[in-house]
């Protein structure tokens, strides 16, 4: 069974830096990707960076480009999200999701509880 459990989530000022973790357990060897996405209240909730494991391939939403980083550490079995110079409008949930493709929302099988992410102004 895949469980994906997010973390590192909290309160901060525009300008600052918050680095979420999410803790892969389950998960059958083998390529696959694994990505975050955001919800802000009211609106649908979007791709921000997704990764293929087995190439260290990443992509991300061009609002978050050049100040997101996604990683992982295999030997932790955790999949990280470093942002920088966060803005208000990065406010939102955020979730961890294996299983599924690129930014294609409804791909992914596999989806972690979300951490929320504050950002004020």
């Known amino acids: 069974q895949v469980q994906l459990v997010e973390s590192g989530g909290g309160l901060v000022q525009a300008g600052g830096s918050l680095r979420l973790s999410c803790a892969v357990s389950?998960?059958?060897?083998?390529?696959?990707?694994m990505a975050w996405f955001r919800q802000a209240p009211g609106k649908e909730r979007e791709g921000v960076a997704v990764?293929?494991?087995?190439?260290?391939?990443?992509r991300y939403v061009g609002s978050v480009e050049g100040r997101f980083t996604i990683s992982q550490d295999n030997a932790k079995n955790t999949l990280y999200l470093q942002m920088n110079s966060l803005k208000p409008e990065d406010t939102g949930m955020y979730f961890c999701?294996?299983?599924?493709?690129?930014?294609?929302?409804?791909?992914?099988?596999?989806w972690g509880q979300g951490t929320q992410v504050t950002v004020s102004s």
């Open positions: 990764i293929a494991t087995n190439t260290g391939s990443t």
């Open positions: 999701a294996t299983g599924g493709g690129g930014f294609v929302l409804r791909s992914y099988k596999n």
């Open positions: 389950g998960v059958t060897t083998g390529s696959r990707v």
